[in-house]
Protein backbone atom coordinates (compact mmCIF):
# COMPACT_ATOMS: atom_id res chain seq x y z
CA UNK A 1 0.00 0.00 0.00
CA UNK A 2 2.64 2.56 0.58
CA UNK A 3 6.61 2.94 0.52
CA UNK A 4 8.26 5.02 3.52
CA UNK A 5 11.33 6.43 1.33
CA UNK A 6 14.51 8.10 3.24
CA UNK A 7 17.26 9.58 1.34
CA UNK A 8 20.36 10.12 3.71
CA UNK A 9 23.52 11.68 3.64
CA UNK A 10 25.87 11.73 6.68
CA UNK A 11 23.29 10.76 9.04
CA UNK A 12 22.71 7.77 11.08
CA UNK A 13 19.07 7.27 9.87
CA UNK A 14 18.89 3.54 12.19
CA UNK A 15 16.63 4.69 14.55
CA UNK A 16 14.06 6.81 12.38
CA UNK A 17 13.78 2.90 10.80
CA UNK A 18 13.62 1.36 13.53
CA UNK A 19 10.69 3.82 15.32
CA UNK A 20 8.81 3.59 11.54
CA UNK A 21 9.41 -0.15 11.44
CA UNK A 22 7.30 -0.87 14.33
CA UNK A 23 4.54 1.98 13.43
CA UNK A 24 3.91 0.43 10.08
CA UNK A 25 3.48 -3.15 11.68
CA UNK A 26 0.82 -2.66 13.37
CA UNK A 27 -0.75 -1.03 10.42
CA UNK A 28 -2.97 -3.75 8.01
CA UNK A 29 -1.86 -2.46 5.06
CA UNK A 30 1.49 -3.39 3.14
CA UNK A 31 4.83 -1.21 3.46
CA UNK A 32 8.39 -1.04 2.56
CA UNK A 33 11.03 1.47 3.64
CA UNK A 34 13.86 2.20 1.24
CA UNK A 35 16.66 4.22 2.22
CA UNK A 36 18.91 5.49 -0.66
CA UNK A 37 22.61 6.36 0.67
CA UNK A 38 23.26 9.25 -1.06
CA UNK A 39 27.55 9.10 -1.50
CA UNK A 40 27.92 9.68 2.58
CA UNK A 41 31.48 10.44 3.16
CA UNK A 42 31.14 9.29 6.71
CA UNK A 43 31.92 5.52 6.49
CA UNK A 44 31.34 4.96 10.00
CA UNK A 45 27.47 6.51 9.78
CA UNK A 46 27.16 4.50 6.57
CA UNK A 47 28.29 1.01 7.71
CA UNK A 48 25.93 1.29 10.28
CA UNK A 49 22.77 2.46 8.47
CA UNK A 50 23.00 -0.66 6.44
CA UNK A 51 22.22 -3.13 9.21
CA UNK A 52 18.88 -1.59 8.40
CA UNK A 53 18.39 -3.88 5.60
CA UNK A 54 18.16 -6.51 8.31
CA UNK A 55 14.66 -5.63 9.49
CA UNK A 56 11.57 -7.18 7.19
CA UNK A 57 10.23 -4.92 4.16
CA UNK A 58 13.48 -2.75 4.33
CA UNK A 59 15.57 -2.09 1.35
CA UNK A 60 18.52 0.05 1.36
CA UNK A 61 20.30 1.18 -1.41
CA UNK A 62 23.50 3.82 -2.28
CA UNK A 63 24.38 5.71 -4.99
CA UNK A 64 27.93 5.61 -5.96
CA UNK A 65 28.83 9.11 -5.98
CA UNK A 66 26.60 12.67 -4.66
CA UNK A 67 23.83 12.89 -6.67
CA UNK A 68 22.39 15.46 -4.59
CA UNK A 69 18.58 15.35 -3.09
CA UNK A 70 15.98 15.14 -6.09
CA UNK A 71 18.03 12.90 -8.28
CA UNK A 72 17.74 10.76 -4.61
CA UNK A 73 14.32 10.92 -4.46
CA UNK A 74 13.47 10.50 -8.40
CA UNK A 75 16.03 6.84 -7.47
CA UNK A 76 13.91 5.59 -4.30
CA UNK A 77 10.32 6.42 -6.27
CA UNK A 78 11.61 4.67 -9.11
CA UNK A 79 12.44 1.80 -6.49
CA UNK A 80 8.94 1.45 -4.82
CA UNK A 81 6.55 -0.76 -5.14
CA UNK A 82 3.37 0.68 -3.81
CA UNK A 83 1.12 3.43 -4.94
CA UNK A 84 1.81 5.61 -2.05
CA UNK A 85 5.26 7.48 -1.04
CA UNK A 86 5.77 9.06 2.09
CA UNK A 87 9.26 11.12 1.52
CA UNK A 88 10.92 11.87 4.77
CA UNK A 89 14.13 13.69 5.76
CA UNK A 90 16.86 11.57 7.57
CA UNK A 91 17.65 14.24 10.49
CA UNK A 92 13.73 14.46 11.48
CA UNK A 93 12.03 11.62 13.75
CA UNK A 94 7.92 10.88 14.35
CA UNK A 95 6.24 12.65 17.18
CA UNK A 96 4.41 9.73 18.66
CA UNK A 97 3.43 6.43 18.32
CA UNK A 98 1.10 7.29 15.72
CA UNK A 99 2.46 8.82 13.30
CA UNK A 100 2.18 6.25 10.42
CA UNK A 101 -1.53 5.88 11.56
CA UNK A 102 -2.48 9.57 11.03
CA UNK A 103 -1.37 8.74 7.02
CA UNK A 104 -2.66 5.79 6.31
CA UNK A 105 -6.65 7.35 6.81
CA UNK A 106 -5.69 9.69 3.69
CA UNK A 107 -4.70 6.35 1.44
CA UNK A 108 -8.44 6.25 0.09
CA UNK A 109 -9.22 9.96 -0.19
CA UNK A 110 -8.97 12.21 -3.06
CA UNK A 111 -6.08 14.28 -2.34
CA UNK A 112 -3.05 13.31 -4.58
CA UNK A 113 -0.21 15.05 -1.41
CA UNK A 114 -0.81 14.84 2.01
CA UNK A 115 1.57 17.07 4.04
CA UNK A 116 2.19 16.93 7.57
CA UNK A 117 3.97 19.87 8.54
CA UNK A 118 7.36 20.49 10.60
CA UNK A 119 8.22 21.01 14.26
CA UNK A 120 10.94 22.41 16.39
CA UNK A 121 12.75 21.79 19.49
CA UNK A 122 11.10 25.11 21.56
CA UNK A 123 14.41 25.10 23.42
CA UNK A 124 16.89 27.92 22.22
CA UNK A 125 19.50 26.78 20.58
CA UNK A 126 23.49 27.84 20.56
CA UNK A 127 23.21 31.06 18.89
CA UNK A 128 24.88 29.89 16.03
CA UNK A 129 22.24 28.07 14.99
CA UNK A 130 19.62 30.65 15.81
CA UNK A 131 18.83 31.78 12.32
CA UNK A 132 17.79 28.25 11.13
CA UNK A 133 16.12 27.69 14.44
CA UNK A 134 14.10 31.02 14.07
CA UNK A 135 12.85 30.71 10.56
CA UNK A 136 11.96 27.11 11.08
CA UNK A 137 9.75 28.44 13.98
CA UNK A 138 8.43 31.24 12.65
CA UNK A 139 8.26 30.18 8.76
CA UNK A 140 7.93 26.31 9.04
CA UNK A 141 6.05 25.74 11.82
CA UNK A 142 2.64 26.28 10.69
CA UNK A 143 -0.34 24.98 12.14
CA UNK A 144 -2.75 22.80 8.70
CA UNK A 145 -5.86 25.06 9.26
CA UNK A 146 -3.11 28.29 8.33
CA UNK A 147 -1.28 26.25 5.29
CA UNK A 148 -4.83 24.62 4.05
CA UNK A 149 -5.61 28.32 3.31
CA UNK A 150 -3.17 28.94 1.05
CA UNK A 151 -2.27 25.74 -0.43
CA UNK A 152 0.65 26.18 -2.62
CA UNK A 153 2.67 28.22 -0.34
CA UNK A 154 3.80 26.67 2.59
CA UNK A 155 5.46 23.13 1.05
CA UNK A 156 8.31 21.18 2.92
CA UNK A 157 9.52 18.08 1.09
CA UNK A 158 10.96 16.18 4.72
CA UNK A 159 7.23 15.26 5.55
CA UNK A 160 4.54 14.92 2.65
CA UNK A 161 2.38 11.73 0.77
CA UNK A 162 2.12 11.36 -2.45
CA UNK A 163 0.85 9.39 -5.00
CA UNK A 164 3.34 7.29 -6.85
CA UNK A 165 2.28 8.33 -10.36
CA UNK A 166 1.60 11.66 -9.61
CA UNK A 167 5.66 12.06 -8.28
CA UNK A 168 6.57 10.43 -11.63
CA UNK A 169 4.47 12.82 -13.97
CA UNK A 170 5.14 15.89 -12.42
CA UNK A 171 7.77 15.90 -9.95
CA UNK A 172 10.76 13.08 -11.49
CA UNK A 173 12.44 15.86 -14.48
CA UNK A 174 13.11 18.07 -11.83
CA UNK A 175 16.96 18.14 -12.04
CA UNK A 176 18.47 20.99 -9.74
CA UNK A 177 21.21 19.48 -6.88
CA UNK A 178 20.58 22.22 -4.81
CA UNK A 179 18.68 23.89 -1.31
CA UNK A 180 15.46 25.61 -2.39
CA UNK A 181 13.87 22.85 -4.34
CA UNK A 182 11.07 23.03 -2.06
CA UNK A 183 9.70 26.25 -3.88
CA UNK A 184 9.90 24.48 -7.71
CA UNK A 185 8.41 21.25 -5.94
CA UNK A 186 5.57 24.13 -4.63
CA UNK A 187 5.07 25.39 -7.78
CA UNK A 188 4.65 22.76 -10.00
CA UNK A 189 1.86 21.52 -7.93
CA UNK A 190 0.09 25.10 -8.07
CA UNK A 191 0.72 25.48 -11.52
CA UNK A 192 -1.26 21.65 -12.03
CA UNK A 193 -3.77 22.50 -9.28
CA UNK A 194 -2.12 19.37 -7.95
CA UNK A 195 -4.78 18.63 -4.83
CA UNK A 196 -3.26 18.57 -2.12
CA UNK A 197 -4.00 18.36 1.84
CA UNK A 198 -2.17 19.71 4.70
CA UNK A 199 -2.62 18.21 8.06
CA UNK A 200 -1.63 18.02 11.37
CA UNK A 201 1.14 15.29 11.72
CA UNK A 202 4.41 17.12 11.62
CA UNK A 203 8.20 15.93 12.28
CA UNK A 204 10.62 16.93 14.90
CA UNK A 205 13.64 18.76 12.87
CA UNK A 206 16.68 17.20 14.62
CA UNK A 207 19.30 18.53 11.79
CA UNK A 208 19.92 22.64 12.27
CA UNK A 209 22.35 24.02 9.90
CA UNK A 210 24.63 26.95 11.79
CA UNK A 211 24.06 30.31 10.38
CA UNK A 212 26.92 30.55 8.10
CA UNK A 213 25.74 27.30 6.31
CA UNK A 214 21.71 28.37 5.90
CA UNK A 215 22.97 31.69 4.75
CA UNK A 216 24.77 30.10 1.99
CA UNK A 217 22.07 27.47 1.05
CA UNK A 218 19.56 30.28 0.85
CA UNK A 219 21.70 32.08 -1.60
CA UNK A 220 21.95 28.74 -3.70
CA UNK A 221 17.99 28.45 -3.30
CA UNK A 222 18.26 31.68 -5.41
CA UNK A 223 20.56 31.07 -7.57
CA UNK A 224 18.39 27.62 -8.65
CA UNK A 225 15.35 29.41 -8.90
CA UNK A 226 16.39 32.46 -11.09
CA UNK A 227 18.10 29.40 -13.21
CA UNK A 228 14.73 27.87 -12.88
CA UNK A 229 13.13 30.70 -14.60
CA UNK A 230 14.96 31.08 -17.32
CA UNK A 231 13.37 27.50 -19.11
CA UNK A 232 10.28 27.96 -17.24
CA UNK A 233 8.64 31.68 -18.15
CA UNK A 234 5.58 31.27 -17.46
CA UNK A 235 6.15 30.13 -13.98
CA UNK A 236 3.73 31.23 -10.94
CA UNK A 237 3.94 31.14 -7.53
CA UNK A 238 2.48 31.82 -4.28
CA UNK A 239 5.56 32.24 -2.73
CA UNK A 240 5.83 35.34 -0.56
CA UNK A 241 9.77 36.41 -1.54
CA UNK A 242 9.17 36.01 -5.66
CA UNK A 243 5.68 37.90 -5.34
CA UNK A 244 7.40 40.65 -3.63
CA UNK A 245 10.16 40.44 -6.33
CA UNK A 246 7.37 40.77 -8.84
CA UNK A 247 6.28 43.76 -7.53
CA UNK A 248 9.58 45.44 -7.16
CA UNK A 249 10.17 44.69 -10.68
CA UNK A 250 6.67 46.46 -11.80
CA UNK A 251 7.88 49.39 -9.87
CA UNK A 252 11.36 48.64 -11.52
CA UNK A 253 12.77 49.42 -8.24
CA UNK A 254 15.15 45.94 -8.90
CA UNK A 255 18.23 48.54 -9.90
CA UNK A 256 17.40 50.64 -6.55
CA UNK A 257 16.83 47.73 -4.16
CA UNK A 258 20.21 45.98 -6.08
CA UNK A 259 22.31 49.14 -5.21
CA UNK A 260 21.41 49.64 -1.34
CA UNK A 261 21.78 45.54 -1.36
CA UNK A 262 25.72 45.76 -1.83
CA UNK A 263 25.63 48.89 -0.22
CA UNK A 264 24.78 47.27 3.07
CA UNK A 265 25.60 43.31 2.18
CA UNK A 266 28.50 43.41 4.57
CA UNK A 267 26.64 44.72 7.75
CA UNK A 268 23.19 42.32 6.90
CA UNK A 269 25.48 39.49 6.58
CA UNK A 270 27.05 40.19 9.97
CA UNK A 271 24.29 40.95 12.10
CA UNK A 272 22.47 37.37 10.37
CA UNK A 273 25.45 35.60 11.46
CA UNK A 274 25.61 37.28 14.51
CA UNK A 275 23.77 36.01 18.52
CA UNK A 276 19.94 37.36 17.38
CA UNK A 277 19.42 37.46 13.91
CA UNK A 278 16.47 39.30 12.74
CA UNK A 279 14.02 37.29 10.11
CA UNK A 280 12.66 40.94 8.53
CA UNK A 281 16.53 41.35 7.68
CA UNK A 282 16.77 38.07 6.66
CA UNK A 283 13.91 38.51 4.26
CA UNK A 284 15.33 42.00 3.55
CA UNK A 285 18.90 40.20 2.54
CA UNK A 286 17.46 37.48 0.17
CA UNK A 287 15.22 40.20 -1.59
CA UNK A 288 18.15 42.31 -2.09
CA UNK A 289 20.09 39.09 -3.52
CA UNK A 290 17.62 38.02 -5.54
CA UNK A 291 17.12 41.87 -6.97
CA UNK A 292 21.21 41.60 -7.20
CA UNK A 293 21.84 38.18 -8.98
CA UNK A 294 18.94 38.99 -11.12
CA UNK A 295 20.02 42.56 -12.19
Same mark, same amino acid.
Given at each position: ?????? #? &? +??????????I????????S $? /?F??I??D =????D?????S???V !?I??H?I?L? /????? $????????? !??SA?H #??????????????? +??????FTY??????????G? @? +?S?? /? #?DS? *??????FG???ESIS !??????????????A?Y??????????????????Y $? !? =???I?? &? *????K @??????D? #????? $??????? *?????????D????F????????????L?? @????V?K?R???WV??? *?????K????H????????????????????????
Amino acid at each position: MFSILI #P &V +YNVDVSSLVQILHEQANRLS $G /NFQIIVCD =DGSTDKVIQRSNRNV !AILEHVIYLE /NTENR $GRLATRNRL !AESAQH #PWLLFLDADVLPPDD +YFLNRYFTYFNQTFDVVMGGF @T +YSQD /N #PDSQ *FSLRWKFGRKRESIS !ASERNRQLYRVFISANYLIRKTVYIDLLSHLKTSVY $G !A =DNLIAA &V *FFKNK @TPIFHIDN #PVIHL $GLESNKV *FLKKSREAIDSFLFFLQDNPDFQSQNKLYR @TFLTVKKLRLVKWVDFV *FCLNRKQLEKHLLGKNPSLLLFDLYRLGYLCHIHH
